[in-house]
């Protein structure tokens, strides 16, 4: 490593430790501070100790002397006195030692370089002179005072302070630093964590965002059958009127009105589907039963196949329900089902079908659906790649990789899973594997109710449509169930139709309409101002159909049969009277 | 380098040992010449005092047995016994000093020795009596006399010793008559290994 590398290395560090530092929690810097003051504290206590300490030894070495030279300094042995004194010189920490006569002259005594030795000494309490400390005492023998004794100590040793304050500047260096680079450390981790959960929110929000896009291009791929499928049927009703206009025979007639009927009834189931389908909606689980519901889809399959391609459905009775979201259940029973086709470029079959698991050992009770396919099969390595995202083995254009994918996640997501079978050559079989439900399956309303007529009397029935063409045909059909009705083109003129005219028993509505109120805010006007008068929404818009529901509105799904009508109005008022 | 502090006016005057002490310090030069010449007929006042200031010190470092004194509050007494070879200087000494406690009385005897004596320093004999003092052996009296008296059988005797003062002491004398003497005091007697 080169100097300038190193020195950039080394400011790189020292910033990223100042930036961590400065993240460091006021906590740390507080617990830095105490341990500071309380090392303070502690070494200041720990100097009075001593000192108290080193008082003690010296008034008991001075007293050890005083005793020791009584009678050599009684007695003019100076040689003896000098003796006990020199002896003193083996400890370092003394740096004047003296004995005294009793007149206070001295007798004996030496010093180190630096330090006085008085020439004459008075006993005195002890006291510090500088880092000194200086001891006298009396020398007695018995109640004979005989002379004194100066001692004079160095509380500590200069290298032995410094060391002693080196080793607790050491420690509190240590300690500082450990909880500086704890609290460091710490606050880079909740910045991680803070980071962490931003990534996670907005990869929920991108998974949000994906599952529409899989749905979108499974939309893609119906737009272009659907769109055909329509302009066949389309082609159908008009062909159908056109020859009604030109022909008189009533057989024949009645032949072309029953293909029209049909044409129209396809249409509308298709676009019922589509809408269902292309609902945005977060994960609903609702407790479906899969054999319903894929027999629900059948328009749906059919018309996004080739001419070539056969569906057939093996759908039992009796299977157990299943807690999904049935859009989403859909969306990949298509993707499936859409992957099976593409897998078969000469054609073949698909066959849906669906199947109780029972449990065994630790694995629940789960139902099966499996779409298996007559195509080119998939070769053993590639397997365990088709549910990657992206991963497509279609042209530029045709595929995204993202439908299989779909299907992965949604199994998981409703605590399944996914099992693929393969031959190349004899086909692929997928199939879902989805644990059975405990709950019961919703009570469903029966679809095709009897026709019921109006009754005994003729009842009036406001019918708010902003559509004359709409209108027309409800209006007639209302007279035909036998009921007079009242046109509203909005809702704002339907409820000054309501204050003037008396004896509207019903009002059925139309959803979006222009105006200042929709039809779900005429339906609440009249419920707080006439409660007594029942409502019947109608719609082909399967969001605004949600909140409607969501409020426990009456509601009838645009298009709709007469039958549908007359069961949803005999309901109403029946629930009104 | 440390150094020892002495006296160095005194060891330059008098190499071996200087005795020259407290109040007796200006008459130095007239120390230094009694030393060097002693006489045991005219012996040099310094001396003297030296001596009477150690009957004194001597008290503290011995231990008398508890019956010696007749009353908790009797005094000290110090008996000088023959010729008082000290004068006034004696009596300066002991003014207002106590030993144990107890007050100090001197007592100059003559050549009779009372009872109730703590310490008995013997002089020379007066010149009017020549009978030699008998002491009653077993008494706990400190016995004290100068080697150049001609008293013997004490159990301190001052003698000379390079100009100084010093002392000898019988141990074994002074248990028999009940005292203790201090070690203290015995290692610095003459003869004795020092401390």
């Known amino acids: 490593m080169d100097g300038s590398h190193f020195k950039v290395s080394v400011t790189g560090l020292l910033s990223r430790t100042a930036r961590r530092l400065a993240m460091t929690p006021l906590v740390a810097v507080f617990l830095s501070i105490a341990l500071l003051i309380g090392a303070l504290t502690l070494a200041i206590q720990n100097d009075l100790i001593g000192r108290a300490e080193k008082l003690r030894q010296s008034e008991v070495q001075a007293q050890i002397l005083a005793s020791s030279v009584a009678a050599p300094l009684a007695f003019d042995d100076d040689d003896t006195t000098r003796e006990f004194l020199n002896a003193l010189r083996a400890n370092s920490e003394i740096q004047a030692a003296g004995a005294y006569d009793v007149k206070g002259q001295l007798v004996a005594g030496y010093n180190v370089p630096g330090a006085v030795l008085p020439q004459a000494s008075r006993v005195a309490p002890p006291a510090i002179a500088g880092r000194d400390l200086i001891v006298t005492t009396t020398v007695r023998q018995g109640d004979t005072v005989l002379g004194s004794i100066y001692l004079r100590t160095a509380i500590e040793t200069w290298p032995r302070r410094a060391l002693r304050y080196l080793g607790i500047a050491l420690i509190v260096v240590m300690a500082s630093l450990l909880v500086a680079v704890l609290g460091a450390s710490y606050a880079s981790l909740s910045d991680t964590h803070r980071k962490l959960q931003a990534e996670i929110a907005s990869r929920q929000q991108a998974e949000e965002a994906l599952r529409q896009s899989q749905k979108m291009e499974a939309m893609g791929q119906l737009t272009g059958g659907v769109a055909h499928d329509f302009n066949n049927l389309l082609m159908v009703a008009s062909s159908g009127l056109d020859l009604m206009d030109r022909t008189t025979d009533p057989a024949k007639r009645e032949r072309l009105r029953a293909g029209i009927r049909q044409a129209v009834d396809r249409g509308a189931k298709l676009t019922q589907q589509l809408l269902t389908f292309a609902r945005r909606s977060p994960m609903h689980p609702e407790v479906i039963d899969i054999g319903d519901r894929i027999r629900g889809m059948d328009t749906l399959l059919d018309r996004s196949m080739r001419e070539d391609v056969t569906v057939s459905l093996d759908l039992p009775r009796g299977l157990w329900p299943i807690e999904v979201d049935p859009s989403q259940m859909e969306v990949a029973l298509l993707n499936i089902a859409l992957n099976a086709r593409d897998a078969m470029p000469d054609g073949g079959t698909i066959t849906i079908s669906a199947t109780n698991i029972p449990g065994q050992d630790d694995a629940p009770d789960r139902v099966s659906v499996a779409v298996a396919d007559t195509g080119t099969g998939i070769a053993a390595d590639m397997t365990a790649k088709i549910f990657e995202p992206f991963f497509t083995t279609k042209g530029v254009g045709r595929g995204t990789g993202l439908g299989l994918s779909q299907v992965y996640g949604f199994a998981h997501s409703s605590g399944g899973e996914v099992k693929v079978e393969s031959e190349l050559g004899r086909g692929t079989t997928i199939a879902l594997l989805i644990p059975r439900s405990q709950k019961a399956l919703p009570h469903k309303a029966n679809e095709h109710a009897p026709m019921i007529g109006a009754g005994d009397r003729r009842r009036l029935i406001l019918l708010v449509e902003d559509d004359d063409s709409v209108a027309v045909m409800v209006t007639e059909m209302l007279a035909t169930l036998g009921y007079d009705s009242e046109r509203a083109e909005n809702a704002d003129i339907a409820l000054k139709k309501l204050e003037r005219t008396p004896g509207v028993e019903l009002v059925l509505s139309d959803m979006v309409m222009p105006g200042h109120l929709n039809g779900l805010d005429l339906v609440r006007t009249i419920a707080k101002r006439w409660p007594a008068i029942p409502t019947v929404l109608m719609t082909g818009y399967s969001d605004a159909a949600t909140s409607a529901t969501d409020e426990g509105i009456r509601l009838l799904l645009k298009p709709y049969r007469i039958e549908e009508l007359s069961a949803h109005l005999a309901a109403a008022i029946g629930s009104a009277a | ?195």
Not at chain 2, 92 to 112: C, H, N, P
Not at chain 2, 156 to 180: K, S, W
């Open chain 2, 1 to 195: 380098m440390a150094h020892l502090i002495g006296r160095p006016v005194l060891r330059d005057l008098i190499p071996e040992r200087a005795f020259a002490r407290r109040t007796l310090r200006t008459a130095l030069l007239c120390v230094a010449a009694a030393a060097a010449a002693p006489s045991p007929a005219a012996t040099p006042p310094l001396e003297q005092a030296v001596k009477a200031s150690y009957i004194f010190k001597f008290a503290p470092f011995i231990e008398w047995p508890s019956g010696s004194f007749a009353a908790p509050a009797s005094p000290f007494v110090i008996c000088l016994a023959g010729q008082d070879p000290f004068g006034p200087v004696i009596d300066e000494v002991v003014r207002g000093q106590k030993v144990a406690g107890r007050t100090i009385a001197l007592r100059r005897v003559g050549s009779t020795v009372p009872a109730g004596c703590q310490i008995l320093f013997l002089g020379r004999p007066a010149p009017s009596n020549n009978v030699p003092l008998v002491l009653t052996p077993g008494q706990p009296v400190l016995t004290i006399t100068d080697a150049g008296s001609g008293v013997g059988g004490a159990i301190i005797q001052f003698v000379m010793q390079g100009g100084r003062v010093r002392f000898q002491i019988d141990d074994a004398g002074a248990r028999a008559n009940g005292l203790v003497i201090s070690s203290k005091l015995l290692g610095l007697s003459i003869g004795a290994s020092r401390p």
